[in-house]
């Protein structure tokens, strides 16, 4: 019994003229390879040509004359001559915004640094800054903190 190498090796030779019985013994038992078989079948049904056969004489010529009245009426489109038209704009806008980052880099790199943020705002307020300290008798008035029960300004 041949394994599913050798029966694609057999399968796509070209001498084949049908599935010797080797092949049909593996095909029932691979799925796999019935459906290659099915495929194989089906493609060559109606593909028998004499061995004899032989184009008739000018058939090239003809082929490309015809080719090249079709490429006359309807010309494809050049992908390649498109993409390279977008190259270079494509490439020189991307200069533009690697520079205009490097430059907007190196200007905030350059600028001192401002305190910005709910940082700076209880750094500079005087009324946070009293509730920071260790003495909540800042934002009392004098003699107030007298008052006061000992939990609250210690």
Do not use: K
């Not at 008739?56 to 993409?83: C, K, T, Y």
């Amino acid at each position: 019994m041949i394994d599913c190498r050798e029966f694609e090796r057999a399968l796509r030779a070209p001498e084949l003229t049908g599935p010797t019985g080797e092949m049909r013994a593996h095909a029932s038992t691979c799925r796999d390879c019935a459906a290659a078989l099915r495929g194989a079948l089906l493609l060559r049904l109606g593909s028998e040509r004499p061995g004899d056969a032989v184009t008739r004489p000018g058939f090239e010529a003809r082929l490309r004359a015809r080719l090249a009245a079709a490429r006359a009426v309807a010309p494809e489109p050049d992908w390649n001559a498109a993409v390279g038209a977008l190259r270079l704009p494509a490439f020189g806008a991307a200069l533009v915004l690697v520079l205009c980052s490097a430059g907007f880099y190196l200007g905030a790199a350059s600028t001192p640094a401002v305190d910005s943020g709910l940082a700076s705002l209880i750094e500079s307020d005087p009324a946070w800054s009293a509730v920071l300290s260790d003495g909540a008798g800042a934002l009392l008035p004098t003699g107030a903190e007298d008052s006061l029960p000992q939990e609250v300004t210690r």
